[in-house]
């Protein structure tokens, strides 16, 4: 049968806006943190990743800043483009584990 | 490189059948693979831990009975459906960790399996 499943938060924003996606983690302990973008039907890709020693981390038109003290995550997309449409997810590391756990994933709709 | 892909893409069967998926790494040694299922809408959830070689790891809730691992060689790992129910119904999606490198917390995944049980 059908799951119920959660009702995925949405960002939509206009192309050429920049983006911000939020990513409260749960694990104190964690010490690695990656975001990932999903299309539909596909596999997580890998986007940016931040070690816990780091605030902040850029890449090309990303950028992950972490917070530690309240556990939040964020990816700044700037110059948002249609075919950054997809799901967004955050994912945790604790070393002593050696297995990611995933956030909830939020859903960008980049209009034209 | 670090690409994993995964066998089949999507796959329908019969309610009680048993299904197989594959998840292979192509260019790299993979000592550990990771299995994950994905609902509807949403997010990944860790099934197992499968270490070549070894019995596989899996999270609380998960039946090692009805999700049979194998993880035989460096590049495949094998999940099997026993007895598909139509809860069973999900996306499937493979990870593999490259032991050559530093970073042993990099994963990368594959493009995942569709399952759908009738």
């Known amino acids: 049968g059908e799951s119920v499943g959660l009702h995925l938060p949405t960002l939509s924003v206009q192309e050429g806006d920049n983006s911000i996606i939020n990513c409260a983690y749960s694990?104190?302990?964690?010490?690695?943190f990656i975001w990932y973008k999903q299309e539909s039907g596909k596999g997580p890709q890998f986007i940016i990743d931040?070690?816990?020693?780091?605030d902040k981390r850029q890449g090309q038109r990303v950028t992950v800043l972490l917070n530690k003290t309240v556990k939040h995550l964020s990816l700044q997309i700037a110059a948002t483009q249609p075919g950054d449409s997809a799901v967004y997810f955050c994912?945790?590391?604790?070393?002593?584990?050696?297995?990611?756990?995933f956030g909830t994933g939020t859903r960008l709709l980049v209009s034209p | 490189g670090a690409v994993v892909s995964q066998h089949p893409s999507w796959v329908i069967c019969k309610s009680g059948t048993s299904v197989k998926i594959e998840c292979r790494s192509l260019d790299f040694q993979a000592t550990t693979m990771f299995w994950y299922r994905q609902f509807p809408k949403q997010s990944l959830m860790l099934m197992a831990t499968?270490?070549?070689?070894?019995?596989?790891?899996?999270e609380q809730g998960v039946e090692k009975d009805k999700f049979l691992i194998n993880h035989a060689s460096l590049t495949l790992s094998t999940l099997t459906v026993t007895s598909a129910h139509p809860e069973d119904s999900s996306f499937y999606i493979c990870?593999?960790?490259?032991?050559?490198?530093?970073?042993?917390?990099?994963?990368?995944f594959g493009p995942g399996t569709r399952l759908t049980v009738t």
């Open positions: 990870s593999a960790r490259d032991q050559t490198r530093a970073l042993l917390y990099e994963q990368y």
């Open positions: 994912a945790e590391n604790n070393t002593g584990f050696q297995k990611l756990v």
């Open positions: 499968s270490n070549e070689g070894s019995k596989a790891t899996y």
């Open positions: 931040i070690r816990s020693n780091m």
């Open positions: 694990n104190s302990a964690s010490d690695y």
